[in-house]
């Protein structure tokens, strides 16, 4: 496949599949290869977080997440509720929680920020995915985590768009299942931030 080919495929500039194709060339053809081998799209959305990434000045956490600031006003209980109603639209189940803060002051006696974790997960999905690839086990089960900052509480997630856009190509009713629980975390950090139930 050639590089305008390449750059129309995965809506690249073709600079910045020239830069790709040297490293292909210098780490061999396996890098075209693979590439031309990906869903669709999936250059756009490793574009996406190597922009983050050069923004951030390195930080691959930052690259690799979704971020919210809820709305002012909006409590952690009504983020809360509205995770919960999200889980109940999208047929999630809430598998875990993990209130750090407390466990902090617990800890050190100390007053802490507010710092959760929320787990949630469709097993058939999880079950799906791993078949697809077993390491996907370390993404499991998806997390929002809400946690009060100086601006406020913020939310963040894992980008699920790097599992469901980026690698090699899903088979259809997989995709259809992950990106439906890509869409369920997705909206519970716009309702959460929004403090919508």
Same mark, same amino acid.
């Given at each position: 496949? /050639?590089?305008?080919?390449? /750059?129309?495929?995965?809506?690249?500039?073709? #600079?910045?599949?020239?830069?790709?194709?040297?490293?292909?060339?210098?780490?061999?053809?396996?890098?075209?290869?693979?590439?031309? $081998? +990906?869903?669709?799209?999936?250059? #756009?959305?490793?574009?996406?977080?190597?922009?983050?990434?050069?923004? $951030?000045?390195?930080?691959?956490?930052?690259?690799?997440?979704?971020?919210?600031?809820?709305?002012?006003?909006?409590?952690?209980?009504?983020?809360?509720?509205?995770? &919960? /109603?999200?889980?109940?639209?999208?047929?999630?189940?809430?598998?875990?929680?993990?209130? +750090? /803060?407390?466990? +902090?002051?617990?800890?050190?006696?100390?007053?802490?920020?507010?710092?959760?974790?929320? $787990?949630?997960?469709?097993?058939?999905?999880?079950?799906?995915?791993?078949?697809?690839?077993?390491?996907? &086990?370390?993404?499991?089960?998806?997390?929002?985590?809400?946690?009060?900052?100086?601006?406020?509480?913020?939310?963040?997630?894992?980008?699920?768009?790097?599992?469901?856009?980026?690698?090699?190509?899903?088979?259809?009713?997989?995709?259809?299942? &992950?990106?439906?629980?890509?869409? &369920?975390?997705?909206?519970?950090?716009?309702?959460?931030?929004?403090?919508?139930?």
């Amino acid at each position: 496949m /050639s590089a305008i080919a390449l /750059s129309r495929r995965f809506r690249l500039p073709v #600079t910045v599949l020239a830069v790709a194709a040297l490293c292909g060339a210098l780490g061999g053809c396996g890098t075209l290869r693979t590439a031309a $081998s +990906l869903e669709d799209g999936a250059g #756009t959305e490793a574009a996406r977080l190597w922009e983050r990434w050069v923004d $951030s000045g390195g930080d691959i956490a930052v690259a690799t997440t979704w971020e919210r600031r809820a709305a002012p006003g909006v409590t952690v209980e009504q983020i809360e509720q509205a995770f &919960a /109603s999200v889980a109940a639209e999208y047929n999630l189940r809430a598998v875990g929680e993990l209130p +750090l /803060s407390k466990e +902090l002051e617990a800890r050190t006696g100390q007053p802490q920020p507010f710092l959760k974790v929320y $787990s949630y997960c469709n097993p058939s999905t999880a079950r799906r995915m791993l078949d697809f690839s077993p390491h996907m &086990a370390a993404f499991l089960p998806c997390r929002v985590t809400v946690m009060a900052r100086e601006d406020g509480l913020w939310l963040y997630t894992l980008n699920m768009d790097m599992m469901t856009r980026m690698g090699r190509p899903l088979p259809p009713e997989l995709k259809a299942e &992950a990106g439906r629980v890509r869409d &369920a975390i997705r909206a519970m950090l716009d309702r959460g931030a929004a403090g919508e139930f």
